[in-house]
Nanobody, 117 residues
Framework: QVRLLESGGGLVQPGGSLRLSCVAYGFTISPYTITWYRQAPGKERELVASITASGGRTNYVDSVKGRFTISRDNVKNTVYLQMNSLDFDDTAVYSC??????????WGQGTQVTVSS
């Protein structure tokens, strides 16, 4: 079955860290740009970070720069989002997307991140 599966979410205190994983099943991620999005209750979905197929270029929304790091391991068919110094505004469902011109787009179902004291 072709899908993306996110994991690593959970409940964390402010200032804490989490590492999210996005694993591809049924296809290889190597030709794809992978993007992490998040959506908080009552808010629009927001692009958090992206990484190109080669891993040579990354992009972050301003609010997470210096705190979050996106990386990929094409051998493991996995993309990671290391999240440090988490705060309340980071609470959201985090989802990953695989996209590339001329290829199908794949979405995961998301993993919940809750920052609470």
């Amino acid at each position: 079955q072709v899908r993306l599966l996110e994991s690593g979410g959970g409940l964390v205190q402010p200032g804490g860290s989490l590492r999210l994983s996005c694993v591809a099943y049924g296809f290889t991620i190597s030709p794809y740009t992978i993007t992490w999005y998040r959506q908080a209750p009552g808010k629009e979905r927001e692009l958090v970070a992206s990484i190109t197929a080669s891993g040579g270029r990354t992009n972050y929304v301003d609010s997470v720069k210096g705190r979050f790091t996106i990386s990929r391991d094409n051998v493991k068919n996995t993309v990671y989002l290391q999240m440090n110094s988490l705060d309340f505004d980071d609470t959201a469902v985090y989802s990953c997307k695989a996209s590339q011109v001329g290829r199908p787009i794949y979405w995961g179902q998301g993993t919940q991140v809750t920052v609470s004291s």
